[in-house]
């Protein structure tokens, strides 16, 4: 499975745009780009997922490279509740399994 | 009305102990995984199963073992708890392969042995 490169950690405001990064150089044509997070004592949740082209819905936006081998998960107004530990993840047609990584952990501050 | 849904949430139980979690989801999937969250946070998948079939079996040690009654159902039975087996449990499900969209998780399970 290709791998995934995230922050550690980031910091944001409340109110602001917050751009989460992910690296994934050796990422292959059929793997798509997923992004879940999870929230203090809480299971995983879903955020977004694209393969090629950028993609949004009502909780984010993906923006994908060109190349494809970065994307940025996009929160275009971050608030409290968006704190919480942010997983980007490859999955391709063949793969049965989700597998997390260290994720990034966002801090929002008031 | 929950999609996922563990029982127990919380366990604390003696080593040497048996015991089970046990999994329901009401979305219609065909596909459930259980998930263990160690004290570092780190989530690794332990199982699946595709249709009540087991599909991913992840070097998990014997004393562990899933039960799949019917699709909207996956349980956990640990036999001979350990120490190193406190950890959060998730079970989560899906329709086809995780590529297709989202795996829907539950609360988890919190498993404490003493």
């Known amino acids: 499975d290709a791998k995934t490169t995230q922050p550690n950690s980031m910091e944001s405001n409340e109110e602001e745009p917050v751009h989460l990064p992910c690296n994934h150089s050796?990422?292959?044509?059929?793997?798509?780009i997923h992004w879940y997070r999870q929230l203090p004592s809480q299971g995983p949740e879903y955020v977004i997922h694209?393969?090629?082209s950028n993609v949004n819905n009502r909780m984010a936006s993906l923006a994908i490279a060109e190349d494809r081998k970065s994307s940025t998960l996009i929160l275009h107004r971050a608030t409290l509740r968006d704190a919480a530990v942010y997983y980007c993840?490859?999955?391709?047609?063949?793969?049965?399994?989700?597998?997390f990584g260290t994720g990034t952990r966002l801090q929002v501050f008031p | 009305d929950t999609a996922v849904s563990q029982t127990p949430k919380y366990l604390v139980t003696q080593m040497g102990n048996d015991k089970s979690i046990k999994c329901e989801q009401n979305?219609?999937?065909?596909?459930m995984y259980w998930y263990k969250q160690d004290s570092k946070k780190f989530l690794k998948i332990m199982f699946s199963?595709?249709?009540?079939?087991?599909?991913i079996n992840e070097t998990v040690p014997n004393r562990f073992s899933p039960k799949s009654p019917d699709k909207a159902h996956l349980n956990l039975h640990i036999n001979s708890l350990e120490l190193g087996d406190s950890a959060v449990y998730f079970c989560?499900?899906?329709?086809?392969?995780?590529?297709?969209?989202?795996?829907?998780f539950g609360e988890g399970s919190r498993l404490t042995v003493l």
């Open positions: 989560a499900s899906s329709q086809g392969r995780p590529y297709t969209g989202e795996l829907f």
């Open positions: 050796t990422i292959s044509g059929t793997d798509y």
């Open positions: 694209g393969l090629t």
């Open positions: 993840i490859l999955t391709s047609h063949n793969t049965d399994k989700l597998i």
């Open positions: 979305l219609g999937h065909d596909t």
């Open positions: 199963y595709n249709n009540k079939e087991l599909i």
